[in-house]
T-cell receptor, first 117, second 110 residues
Framework: DVKVTQSSRYLVKRTGEKVFLECVQD?????MFWYRQDPGLGLRLIYFSYDVKMKEKGDIPEGYSVSREKKERFSLILESASTNQTSMYLC????????????????FGPGTRLTVL | EDQVTQSPEALRLQEGESSSLNCSYT??????LFWYRQDPGKGPEFLFT???AGEEKEKERLKATLTKKESFLHITAPKPEDSATYLC???????????FGAGTRLAVHP
């Protein structure tokens, strides 16, 4: 079974802090994603990566950056956390090549609920 | 603008009471429609992909169908363990991106 793990289930940070969210997958998947999930808005893509050191912006990249130094690990960074970044953050991965329809059959981690005070 | 709307927002059923969840969409060039299940405190779990109008997929008590404007997730004789939020998403060929609906929260009571 594919396993996607996220470093924290719950996180509380203060405005202005630098925040790191870590995601690890154990199935050698090339593609990894970061989403945020907010009530009434559905999941929105922040960034994705199709290979080590490669990254692409999603729909809402402002205020975020990412790092992928190893194939199995994808980090989301909030350079200076703000209250409007309070949300559930979900990491996902897939082996299917980008652009094919099946690319969207993704395996998700359990999520990190981040609160910024 | 591409859009995905799920209804109802929440649905309460008695065990054994069949029903359907709706996902209506407006996208430029549908390439695939996806259903995911999300349990409280967990990430979404992939259920189905539908590629074209008329297609149907089944898994246990769930059956997903697709027309040119909407998809239905039919739940036959549901059990309490079917309680979850069901998410619909469409892959738009026009923008090559995945667009999620807000989900339907299903509660099945014994």
């Amino acid at each position: 079974d594919v396993k996607v793990t996220q470093s924290s289930r719950y996180l509380v940070k203060r405005t202005g802090e630098k925040v790191f969210l870590e995601c690890v997958q154990d199935m050698d998947h090339e593609n990894m994603f970061w989403y945020r999930q907010d009530p009434g808005l559905g999941l929105r893509l922040i960034y994705f990566s199709y290979d080590v050191k490669m990254k692409e912006k999603g729909d809402i990249p402002e205020g975020y950056s990412v790092s992928r130094e190893k194939k199995e690990r994808f980090s989301l960074i909030l350079e200076s956390a703000s209250t409007n970044q309070t949300s559930m953050y979900l990491c996902a991965s897939t082996k299917i090549p980008f652009g094919t329809v099946s690319y969207n059959e993704q395996f998700f981690g359990p999520g990190t609920r981040l609160t910024v005070l | 603008e591409d859009q995905v709307t799920q209804s109802p927002e929440a649905l309460r059923l008695q065990e054994g009471e069949s029903s359907s969840l709706n996902c209506s969409y407006t996208v430029s060039g549908l390439r695939g429609l996806f259903w995911y299940r999300q349990d409280p405190g967990k990430g979404p779990e992939f259920l189905f992909t539908l590629y074209s109008a008329g297609e149907e997929k089944e898994k246990e008590r769930l059956k997903a169908t697709l027309t040119k404007k909407e998809s239905f997730l039919h739940i036959t004789a549901p059990k309490p363990e079917d309680s979850a939020t069901y998410l619909c998403a469409v892959f738009s060929g026009g923008y090559n991106k995945l667009i999620f609906g807000a989900g339907t929260r299903l509660a099945v009571h014994p």
